[in-house]
Nanobody, 136 residues
Framework: QVRLVESGGGSVQAGGSLRLSCAAS????????LAWFRQVPEKEREGIAA???????????????YAPSVQGRFTISQDNANKTILYLQMNSLKPEDSAMYYC??????????????????????WGQGTQVTVSS
């Protein structure tokens, strides 16, 4: 059973940084997508970053994709030593980045992590979320 657990959220002032982590376990796909989404109340969940991975080459980076709203400020990566940890490094945070952040996974295949369009319907497995609040 695929399990995803986020951590690292919190409160930060505008211009600051946070790093979110997602402990992922239970998947055995040979190829897969990992992604970060965010959601504010009464709005749709927004896909902001995704990475495509090949299990046999898990020590290498994989292709990454970002929504325009976070391009150049956020970085998605997977821990090279511990392949089960997914990160989202968030720099130059803005108040509009405040949201509940979720990690998500899907496999096998890269159907929904091959462009900067990262739809929530393309992901079947979700974490419980971690709150990020950015104050001005």
């Amino acid at each position: 059973q695929v399990r995803l657990v986020e951590s690292g959220g919190g409160s930060v002032q505008a211009g600051g940084s946070l790093r979110l982590s997602c402990a992922a376990s239970g998947y055995t796909w040979s190829s897969y997508c990992l992604a970060w989404f965010r959601q504010v109340p009464e709005k749709e969940r927004e896909g902001i970053a995704a990475i495509s991975k090949l299990a046999q080459y898990s020590s290498t980076g994989g292709n990454t994709y970002y929504a325009p709203s976070v391009q150049g400020r956020f970085t998605i990566s997977q821990d090279n030593a511990n392949k089960t940890i997914l990160y989202l490094q968030m720099n130059s945070l803005k108040p509009e980045d405040s949201a509940m952040y979720y990690c998500a996974a899907n496999g096998p295949g890269w159907g929904y992590c091959q462009s900067n369009y990262i739809p929530s319907y393309g992901y079947n497995f979700w974490g419980q979320g971690t709150q990020v609040t950015v104050s001005s």
